[in-house]
């Protein structure tokens, strides 16, 4: 190990222990390069004509969680996890010149970039970081240990990093607990400890965080629900047809939704604390019968959050929002049809517009769908079958989308579903889609099963869209031009 890298590791090691709320700054060191078996780092798409770059250098390096912010306020800035740590690549000169991929915080977990200040939040300290991986093969829920749903979405520390072996899972959300919270600024290279907080989910303006608990209104204003018997999955999917009557693609996603109904059904109670940063007060609000997940500040209001009711996504009513004080907790998306679905919903950039994944009904009509928070209207972009993606995104603007594919395991059976999409909104109030990266070798199926979601994103600008690739092999970042080579 050379004498920069003992020196980082040391100064890793103070800042778990520091009672200061400034630490010595540290300085940012280049990733060591993949060696000779790394995948190409530039090339041409040859069924696209798209430009991609490789922006990592170490193996098993990710994109954080697709709804996570990966970008400086001034976009500038893209913050990726790697084995070692946090990395921070250069966007203005993408591109131009080859990235330079550097090592800002090393060994931090957990990786977010501020929603107003040019910092990044990370977690160091608690347990070791496990394999995880958000399984969601049939895109009807997240088939998720409970650990690693808790340290994405609130009650534990999540993590940016994936294990030193490449795994194939979205690495980093396997159990460990404790930890503190940090702030890394990217001008200064000062690190800060940010008070009270033990999770990278922090409001926009660092007044709250928030986590869930299990537990019974004390009021008992919060009547449980009727009983539910379970009902056996396959018949919701496939009416009319036996387990042995369906393609091996079918039958996984049946069992898998046969997983998830069982804590469907009969929810236990949850509801949410909200600790205030300032002061460490904590209130605990918003008691409601089901399976909280996938929180989410606003990106403009400290006050406002998005969530979800988990599971399998045709038996529950998904998008909600809540304040912090509790108030206003509202469904934002009401199903009109038996086997609707409505997930995966993130925040557009200027917090107004609740955007996600719909289907009407599941596995059948597919759409990227937006509820705007001022009039409540609901704008929806139709898609056929094999543009449909696990996840989407969307330029700072709302006229962008991108959308990362999805394997014949997943909800809409695409037969030629593996593709890096773009999506344009047209005049008339369609998207054109455009296929800007082929996924074909990519492994889509998390889990057991070893695979990854790319989890992509579109950059400030508009010009490029980052992802998570392996298919070649190892894990590592991507960029592709939205521009076609010339």
């Given at each position: 190990?050379?004498?920069?890298?003992?020196?980082?590791?040391?100064?890793?090691?103070?800042?778990?222990?520091?009672?200061?709320?400034?630490?010595?700054?540290?300085?940012?060191?280049?990733?060591?390069?993949?060696?000779?078996?790394?995948?190409?780092?530039?090339?041409?798409?040859?069924?696209?004509?798209?430009?991609?770059?490789?922006?990592?250098?170490?193996?098993?390096?990710?994109?954080?969680?697709?709804?996570?912010?990966?970008?400086?306020?001034?976009?500038?800035?893209?913050?990726?996890?790697?084995?070692?740590?946090?990395?921070?690549?250069?966007?203005?000169?993408?591109?131009?010149?080859?990235?330079?991929?550097?090592?800002?915080?090393?060994?931090?977990?957990?990786?977010?970039?501020?929603?107003?200040?040019?910092?990044?939040?990370?977690?160091?300290?608690?347990?070791?970081?496990?394999?995880?991986?958000?399984?969601?093969?049939?895109?009807?829920?997240?088939?998720?240990?409970?650990?690693?749903?808790?340290?994405?979405?609130?009650?534990?520390?999540?993590?940016?990093?994936?294990?030193?072996?490449?795994?194939?899972?979205?690495?980093?959300?396997?159990?460990?607990?404790?930890?503190?919270?940090?702030?890394?600024?990217?001008?200064?290279?000062?690190?800060?400890?940010?008070?009270?907080?033990?999770?990278?989910?922090?409001?926009?303006?660092?007044?709250?965080?928030?986590?869930?608990?299990?537990?019974?209104?004390?009021?008992?204003?919060?009547?449980?629900?009727?009983?539910?018997?379970?009902?056996?999955?396959?018949?919701?999917?496939?009416?009319?047809?036996?387990?042995?009557?369906?393609?091996?693609?079918?039958?996984?996603?049946?069992?898998?939704?046969?997983?998830?109904?069982?804590?469907?059904?009969?929810?236990?109670?949850?509801?949410?604390?909200?600790?205030?940063?300032?002061?460490?007060?904590?209130?605990?609000?918003?008691?409601?019968?089901?399976?909280?997940?996938?929180?989410?500040?606003?990106?403009?209001?400290?006050?406002?959050?998005?969530?979800?009711?988990?599971?399998?996504?045709?038996?529950?009513?998904?998008?909600?929002?809540?304040?912090?004080?509790?108030?206003?907790?509202?469904?934002?998306?009401?199903?009109?049809?038996?086997?609707?679905?409505?997930?995966?919903?993130?925040?557009?950039?200027?917090?107004?517009?609740?955007?996600?994944?719909?289907?009407?009904?599941?596995?059948?009509d597919f759409w990227i769908a937006g509820m705007n928070l001022d009039t409540g209207k609901e704008t929806r972009y139709h898609l056929q079958r094999d543009w449909w993606s696990v996840h989407y995104n969307v330029s700072r603007d709302n006229q962008l989308f991108m959308g990362d594919g999805g394997d014949p395991t997943q909800v809409a059976f695409a037969k030629d579903g593996q593709w890096i999409n773009l999506?344009?909104?047209?005049?008339?109030?369609?998207?054109?889609?455009?296929k800007l990266v082929n996924m074909a070798k990519h492994n889509y199926v998390t889990g057991a099963r070893g695979g990854v979601e790319p989890n992509g994103s579109i950059t400030p600008d508009g010009k490029w869209v980052i992802f998570t690739g392996n298919f070649d092999g190892a894990r590592h970042v991507y960029a592709v031009e939205i521009a076609k080579a010339k």
């Open positions: 190990m050379n004498t920069p890298a003992r020196l980082l590791l040391l100064l890793s090691v103070f800042a778990v222990g520091a009672t200061a709320q400034t630490l010595p700054r540290a300085t940012p060191t280049a990733i060591p390069n993949a060696g000779s078996s790394a995948p190409p780092s530039d090339w041409i798409d040859p069924d696209t004509g798209h430009r991609v770059i490789r922006l990592s250098t170490e193996a098993g390096s990710s994109t954080l969680y697709f709804h996570d912010n990966s970008y400086s306020p001034q976009g500038d800035k893209y913050l990726m996890g790697t084995p070692s740590g946090i990395a921070i690549v250069d966007l203005a000169k993408l591109g131009t010149e080859p990235p330079k991929a550097e090592l800002v915080v090393p060994g931090g977990r957990g990786g977010y970039m501020a929603r107003r200040t040019r910092e990044i939040y990370f977690v160091r300290g608690g347990g070791p970081a496990g394999g995880g991986g958000r399984g969601r093969g049939t895109r009807g829920g997240d088939a998720e240990p409970p650990s690693a749903q808790a340290q994405r979405d609130g009650s534990a520390p999540a993590s940016a990093t994936p294990p030193a072996a490449d795994t194939g899972a979205r690495g980093g959300r396997g159990g460990f607990g404790g930890g503190e919270v940090f702030a890394y600024n990217l001008d200064t290279k000062e690190t800060r400890q940010v008070p009270h907080a033990s999770r990278t989910l922090i409001s926009c303006d660092e007044t709250f965080t928030a986590s869930t608990v299990t537990q019974e209104d004390p009021s008992g204003k919060t009547p449980k629900p009727p009983e539910r018997p379970i009902v056996p999955q396959l018949g919701r999917m496939f009416p009319g047809k036996k387990i042995e009557d369906l393609t091996p693609d079918e039958r996984y996603a049946a069992q898998k939704e046969d997983g998830l109904s069982r804590r469907v059904f009969n929810p236990t109670s949850q509801a949410f604390t909200f600790t205030n940063l300032k002061t460490g007060e904590a209130k605990t609000v918003g008691y409601q019968y089901g399976w909280l997940n996938h929180m989410q500040f606003s990106p403009t209001d400290p006050n406002l959050m998005l969530y979800c009711h988990e599971g399998t996504w045709h038996e529950v009513d998904r998008v909600w929002t809540i304040r912090t004080d509790g108030s206003e907790m509202t469904l934002r998306h009401q199903r009109t049809m038996d086997m609707e679905i409505a997930g995966h919903e993130f925040w557009s950039y200027d917090g107004r517009t609740i955007w996600f994944d719909l289907q009407t009904p599941r596995s059948q999506f344009r909104v047209q005049p008339d109030g369609s998207v054109a889609r455009e």
